[in-house]
């Protein structure tokens, strides 16, 4: 069965500084991976993905994921972090054809 | 473009009560999602529809939820009767096909009392 991990509930970064939203996955085969983005009251937006070739993959308003085949990791990224990248972050995996499984979300907090 | 349209934003029913909502996709759109987020947690996939066949329905709890996509454009779900724990924003979310990115309406607010 697939599974996907997001250890950290609230993940707190002062504006300026580099931020890491980390989530880790479970599948069997090649994995499909997403970063989603949900501001209050509004849809999920997408960000980025990965689903073959370079591991580093660059994605909407500056964010970067890494997929880690050894450490089944897919953190997300940002160098410098804005005030306005405060939202809900949601890791996604599915394998082939199977549905999307989500993580449980972590909150990023920028703070100024 | 235009994004994926849901509506209501808001609904609040009581139990035993039947509601439904709609969604339009993104134009050219073939596949179509339904999911079930509850407070705190990820959005859980109800439905998915390919064009106007079904693909995925597994986790749709048929007794009381029921989903169509009448010439494989807008949907609509609805549940009948609902339940206390069937409160949870619904997500409509669409894509090109199944292996691209899916792309989520604002979603509808269901409260039941």
């Known amino acids: 069965a697939q599974s996907v991990a997001q250890p950290e509930d609230q993940v707190n970064v002062a504006e300026g500084n580099p931020l890491t939203v980390k989530c880790t996955y479970s599948?069997?085969?090649?994995?499909?991976l997403f970063w989603y983005v949900q501001y209050p009251n509004r849809g999920l937006q997408f960000l980025l993905k990965y689903i073959t070739g370079d591991n580093l993959v660059k994605g909407s308003y500056g964010f970067e994921a890494e997929f880690n085949k050894s450490q089944t990791s897919f953190h997300l990224k940002k160098p410098s972090a804005l005030v306005s990248d405060s939202a809900l972050y949601f890791c996604a995996v599915r394998r082939w054809t199977d549905k999307l499984i989500f993580g449980t979300g972590t909150r990023l907090q920028v703070f100024p | 473009e235009a994004g994926v349209a849901q509506s209501p934003r808001y609904k609040i029913i009581e139990k035993r009560q039947s509601v439904a909502f709609w969604c339009n996709p993104i134009?050219?759109?073939?596949?179509l999602y339904w999911y079930q987020q509850i407070l705190g947690q990820g959005p859980k996939l109800l439905i998915q529809?390919?064009?106007?066949?079904?693909?995925?329905d597994s986790q749709l709890p048929k007794d009381r939820f029921s989903a169509e996509r009448l010439k494989g454009v807008d949907s609509t779900l609805k549940i009948q009767p609902a339940k206390l724990e069937d409160s949870a924003v619904y997500l409509c979310?669409?894509?090109?096909?199944?292996?691209?990115?899916?792309?989520f309406g604002p979603g509808t607010r269901l409260t039941v009392t």
């Open positions: 979310a669409s894509s090109l096909d199944w292996q691209r990115a899916q792309y």
């Open positions: 599948v069997s085969g090649n994995p499909y």
């Open positions: 134009s050219g759109h073939a596949t």
């Open positions: 529809f390919q064009n106007n066949g079904v693909v995925d």
